[in-house]
Structure formats: structure tokens, C-alpha cells
């Protein structure tokens, strides 16, 4: 396991491939379940989009041929996935091995911001999102589509908290249990549109999710 200098995260030669190696194999059967959402978050994008934690390129099919996504993506092991994804869309690729904590892009130097299924995982939340706001442009925008934690009391909540600890260690601290509707309407931004969902997938503690777009 060895700590990336710039990104602070832990490139782990385990659960780095198998996560990569996940979200490729998996990567069909999460958009048949997200597709509604993402296509109203992600839909309509610019020609030039900054994504956090692209992954392996899942979220490439909404961007068209020629634009160009600046990628913030510190695992590794997703890098040569992600490259060859770009190429068959035909976006440009700008890959950056850096945390979504810390960008390293200008202030106020971009108009749109997307994530999916990264908010769970990144060890400080409110500090992405205060970097979203640092790197988009007034009126930017930033699109999401995150899991979150159940309401309390319900058994998807139980499940969740039970899971919790080897749902993280397993997916690179991911957690099952944040509010990140509070965080992302708390954030600063100018304007938030959310809306609440549920998934009804084998995977239950990733059931319950948010999608939506935050103004700069």
C-alpha cells in the first residue's frame, strides 16, 4: 500500500484492483439502476466538464464525442480503465492523480462539476464540496448523483449501520451512513435542487439516494 504525495490517498494493491475491477464488471447492471437519475443530473452537459472520481469511465456515456473531462481520480489501479473508455467515446482525456479535496485547478476556471457515488467515500465531504464551489465559475454548476443514509429507525438504516465497517473497508471508505443532503444544502452554494430516492437492488445498504445540481 503506498500513499500518493499529492492526493493523501492510500493506493491499496488490493482493494485498488478490486474496485477497479468492480465498477467495470458491475458498471452495466449500476447504470440500468441509476440511468433515470443521472440522465436529469447529467443531462445537457458542456463541452468541457471537471469530474470527481471518475472511476472507470461510467459516467462517459453523458458527455458527447470531442468534449473533454478533466478527470480527478487518485486510484490508479482505475486509470487504464478509464483511458481506454475515453477512447471508444471519443472524449478528450485529462487524467489528474489527485484527491477531490485538492484539485489543483484555478479558482473560479470552470462552469459544470459531476460526481456519482463519491461524496460516501472521500474522507472529508465538506471539503470537496468547498472545493467545488473554489473551482466553479458564478453560476457554475455542480451534478450529482450519491447514496446516503436511510432514514433513522428504518431497517435499511440498521443494515447500514451493521454493514458499515466492512462495507468501508471493502470499498476504500466508502461510507453507507452520511447525510449528504445537509452537507451539500450547507455548503455555500447559491442554489440546490435535490431529489430523494430509493434503489430496490440485492445491494441494501446502497439503496437510498440523492440526485440533483448546486449553483455557484
Known amino acids: 500500500m503506498a500513499m500518493s504525495p499529492t492526493t493523501g490517498f492510500e493506493v491499496h494493491g488490493v482493494r485498488g484492483?478490486?474496485?477497479?475491477?468492480?465498477?467495470?464488471?458491475?458498471?452495466?447492471?449500476?447504470?440500468?439502476?441509476?440511468?433515470?437519475?443521472?440522465?436529469?443530473?447529467?443531462?445537457?452537459?458542456?463541452?468541457?466538464?471537471?469530474?470527481?472520481?471518475?472511476?472507470?469511465?461510467?459516467?462517459?456515456?453523458?458527455?458527447?464525442?470531442?468534449?473533454?473531462?478533466?478527470?480527478?481520480?487518485?486510484?490508479?489501479?482505475?486509470?487504464?480503465?478509464?483511458?481506454?473508455?475515453?477512447?471508444?467515446r471519443g472524449v478528450h482525456l485529462e487524467l489528474h492523480?489527485?484527491?477531490?479535496?485538492?484539485?489543483?485547478?484555478?479558482?473560479?476556471?470552470?462552469?459544470d462539476v459531476i460526481s456519482s457515488l463519491v461524496l460516501c467515500s472521500v474522507s472529508e465531504p465538506a471539503e470537496v464540496l468547498a472545493e467545488v464551489r473554489r473551482i466553479l465559475r458564478p453560476g457554475g454548476t455542480y451534478h450529482f448523483v450519491e447514496h446516503v443514509a436511510a432514514p433513522a429507525g428504518t431497517p435499511t438504516r440498521a443494515l447500514q449501520r451493521a454493514f458499515r465497517r466492512p462495507w468501508a473497508w471493502t470499498f476504500e471508505g466508502c461510507s453507507c451512513e452520511r447525510d449528504l443532503e445537509t452537507l451539500i444544502r450547507d455548503a455555500g452554494f447559491a442554489s440546490v435542487e435535490i431529489e430523494p430516492y430509493r434503489l430496490h437492488t440485492p445491494f441494501v445498504p446502497f439503496n437510498t439516494h440523492i440526485a440533483g445540481t448546486a449553483r455557484a
Not at 452495466?28 to 437519475?37: D, I, K, M, Q, S
Not at 443521472?38 to 445537457?44: L, P, T
Not at 492523480?97 to 462552469?111: F, I, K, N, Q, Y
Open 17 to 88: 484492483r478490486f474496485n477497479a475491477t468492480f465498477f467495470r464488471l458491475m458498471g452495466p447492471y449500476l447504470e440500468w439502476n441509476l440511468r433515470t437519475h443521472k440522465r436529469r443530473a447529467f443531462g445537457e452537459l458542456p463541452e468541457h466538464v471537471v469530474e470527481l472520481g471518475s472511476g472507470v469511465g461510467a459516467n462517459l456515456r453523458y458527455l458527447s464525442a470531442g468534449a473533454t473531462l478533466v478527470a480527478i481520480e487518485p486510484n490508479t489501479h482505475m486509470h487504464r480503465g478509464l483511458q481506454a473508455a475515453a477512447e471508444r
Open 97 to 111: 492523480d489527485r484527491g477531490a479535496e485538492h484539485t489543483g485547478l484555478p479558482d473560479h476556471s470552470v462552469d
